[in-house]
């Protein structure tokens, strides 16, 4: 009876115990890895959050460059204009001394 027992602890129990410790372990591993991949899934949710900020900043700004390089261009639009009106008085009073 005693080399039954012995026997089913050494072909049987043992090995349980042995792959419920590593499945344990493991358990123990991926938590781990699910944690630190947590963590990092939150850091770069804040430093997409932090580029998405900049982009829009960033578009932002261009469409205000955009606006003002439009009103620049009717600024020397109407510079070029109010040059010729000039150019014309000036000779028309030429004319007329």
């Not at 792959?19 to 944690?35: G, H, P």
């Not at 900020?53 to 070029?80: C, D, G, H, S, W």
């Amino acid at each position: 009876m005693e080399d039954a027992i012995l026997n089913w602890i050494v072909k049987v129990a043992i090995p349980l115990i042995t792959f419920a410790f590593v499945i344990f372990n493991k358990s123990k591993d991926n938590e781990r890895r699910i944690t630190k991949i947590e963590q990092d899934n939150i850091y770069q949710n804040k430093e997409m959050e932090k580029i998405n900020t900049r982009l829009v900043n960033v578009e932002n700004n261009y469409a205000i460059l955009i606006r003002v390089e439009e009103q620049l261009k009717t600024l020397f639009k109407q510079n070029e204009e109010i040059k010729q009106e000039v150019k014309q008085a000036t000779s028309n009073n030429k004319h007329i001394d």
